[in-house]
């Protein structure tokens, strides 16, 4: 329900990425690709090679191409030549979410030159991609490469394959990430693999996976399947690699490999990492400070997603309602009886409202409010810089912070003791006195009395603090926050936790009421967890069954094809569709009714 506050090499690598994400780059980037992938689809067009990305200091996006593929759809205009496509970043602001596949997930960060950022597009190289250098330099390579292909905003499904390292990374994306034990076993599966995309692309009559990726095409057919080997095969095994991969460009599969020397058979593109951090690739002009994650950072960032995962963490749940013991006890629980009134109650889920204090009068009410946010989100402490990143992402001089945290004291004011509610632990990080309360704190102490406290006992105790939990759910997480504002929201991790924690009350409660029969107050509470967690696949999973406890098929089927329309490119979800062949067998009729 809460992952255990970090500490040491967590800690510090922690404060490091809020500082340097740039959530709102990783937005724009997805944006912009789905939305050319849209125009291209209702132009009836391709979507051309994309070798790499190149996102520029100012925010504006160029794309790379293998060859011309000429003039791109509005707002996209011709770059330096025929071979760049550019989108200024105005034009890309405008760009809504569209419901289309991912064009170019196989894109990754390789490193900065000057003020932009290039992202090589693994996928469609014609060949492999080799990288040189001692092996502990390009491993932190490798592990930057891996754990971003597994953890990036801008890619839908795929495969990474990691032969040689990284057996460590797997929790950043289960899913995702598979280890394979040598290069027997790598050329095994992957020439079967590559036999099965030959015939696949064949059958459905396309050149590539890029012309299975817009139209009416089958999209989840065509994920990325990239290859990390971080150690030099042999010759014999190099030769044999390059035969494999001479076609993978077309195939949707990428191999990056490991080299000591200079020569491998089969490199379409040849990089060197140098021990000062240098990514050199000569033949394509490219010097860049490479992004890296070397051995210690690796640990750490691993030990984050470790904590924060609910279900293999130290919290991770393994009984009922979610209880681990008590290693599972959020860092911060309330009185939520009748004597524990706080001094400030902000409200936070939904729209953000303050209770028990005067609203600033000055021009810095705005930045006052956003940062009481960021403290309410970050009960174990917040570190001023990782504060002043977040409320000035372009950067700030350290005098106008302190002006703005000696107004956010102020306002905040002392406990009647005398207490200031806004103080500074021994780590230098920002605190919060317990008197100063959100109902995400509310909602995360009802949840955890009803599943490991009182209401374990108690039937009747349960049932009534998981509906006060779902009571307090008005929303999304600071649901009208001014556009331009609250931009660190999207990399934090509360933003992924709330709908969780929504989920997992609204299952609870779900199950509580169909344990006595009642499926209609099991749908109620299922429908309102949904308003807030609208992805959440195991909340459509118990409405289906609580529907099909009904014994109505007509409000069955009314479901399953909202489910399918609610899909759109990506297609239902492989568990989704084994469940609805499981309490609707007939459900694909009505899809094809509806086609």
């Known amino acids: 329900m809460e992952p255990p506050t970090p500490t040491g090499d967590a800690q510090d690598v922690q404060d490091a990425l809020l500082v340097g994400a740039d959530p709102e780059g990783v937005r724009l980037l997805d944006r912009a690709l789905r939305g050319l992938a849209a125009a291209l689809t209702a132009e009836s067009r391709p979507l051309p090679v994309v070798y790499a990305a190149w996102m520029g200091g100012n925010g504006d996006l160029h794309l790379q191409l293998a060859q011309p593929a000429g003039k791109p759809p509005a707002p996209w205009q011709l770059g330096q030549d025929q071979t760049f496509w550019m989108l200024a970043r105005a034009d890309a602001e405008r760009y809504e979410d569209a419901d289309t596949a991912a064009p170019y997930p196989g894109l990754v960060s ?259 409010h956003e940062a009481l946010a960021l403290l309410l989100l970050h009960r174990e402490g917040v570190h001023p810089r990782v504060l002043s990143s977040a409320l000035w992402p372009r950067g700030v001089t350290a005098d106008v912070r302190d002006a703005l945290l000696e107004r956010l004291r102020a306002w905040l004011g002392t406990d009647p003791d005398g207490t200031p509610r806004l103080a500074t632990d021994a780590t230098g990080r920002l605190t919060l006195a317990k008197s100063v309360v959100s109902d995400l704190d509310v909602l995360r102490s009802l949840y955890y009395e009803a599943t490991q406290g009182r209401g374990v006992g108690s039937r009747q105790v349960r049932g009534r603090l998981l509906t006060d939990a779902l009571v307090l759910v008005r929303g999304p997480l600071l649901a009208d926050r001014p556009e331009g504002r609250y931009r660190w929201l999207t990399h934090e991790i509360i933003d992924a936790q709330l709908p969780l924690l929504v989920a997992d ?91």
């Not at 902000?346 to 930045?367: F, Q």
């Not at 007509?554 to 062949?581: I, K, M, N, Q, Y």
């Open 110 to 368: 390789l490193g900065t030159m000057d003020d932009s950022r290039l992202l090589l597009n693994l996928e469609s190289v014609p060949g492999i991609v080799s990288l040189g250098g001692t092996e502990a330099d390009r491993t932190a390579v490798f592990a930057s490469v891996a754990a971003e292909l597994a953890t990036n905003g801008w890619s839908d499904r795929m495969t990474i394959t990691l032969v040689g390292f990284g057996e460590d990374l797997t929790p950043l994306a289960p899913n995702r990430i598979r280890h394979l034990d040598g290069f027997e076993d790598l050329f095994e599966t992957m020439s079967a693999e590559t036999r099965q995309r030959r015939g696949a692309l064949g059958a459905a009559g396309h050149d590539s996976v890029l012309t299975g990726r817009t139209g009416p095409a089958q999209h989840t057919r065509w994920a990325p399947h990239l290859v990390l080997l971080a150690t030099q095969p042999s010759d014999e095994d190099a030769l044999r690699l390059a035969e494999l991969a001479a076609d993978a460009g077309r195939l949707g599969i990428g191999y990056l490999v490991g080299t000591e020397g200079t020569d491998l058979p089969g490199a379409a593109w040849e990089m060197r990492i140098t021990g000062e951090g240098k990514l050199l690739a000569p033949l394509l002009g490219l010097e860049l400070e490479a992004q890296t994650l070397p051995a210690a950072q690796r640990r750490a960032v691993v030990e984050l997603f470790t904590d924060a995962d609910p279900e293999h963490g130290p919290g991770g749940s393994d009984g009922p309602g979610g209880a681990s013991g008590t290693a599972n006890t959020p860092p911060f629980l309330v009185d939520i009886s009748e004597q524990g009134r706080p001094a400030v109650y902000a409200r936070l889920v939904g729209s953000y409202e303050i209770i028990g204090l005067d609203a600033p009068d000055d021009d810095r009410s705005a930045l006052l």
């Open 505 to 595: 009350t609204g299952l609870a409660l779900s199950e509580f009421h169909l344990e006595k029969d009642r499926a209609e107050k099991a749908i109620e509470a299922l429908n309102a967890a949904l308003r807030t967690a609208p992805a959440d696949e195991r909340l459509w999973h118990e409405l289906l069954r609580a529907t099909h406890a009904t014994g109505d098929p007509d409000r069955l089927r009314a479901l399953a094809a909202d489910l399918v329309g609610r899909s759109g490119a990506r297609g239902v979800p492989p568990r989704t569709e084994a469940l609805l062949d499981e309490l609707l067998p007939t459900w694909r009729d009505g899809v094809a009714a509806a086609g």
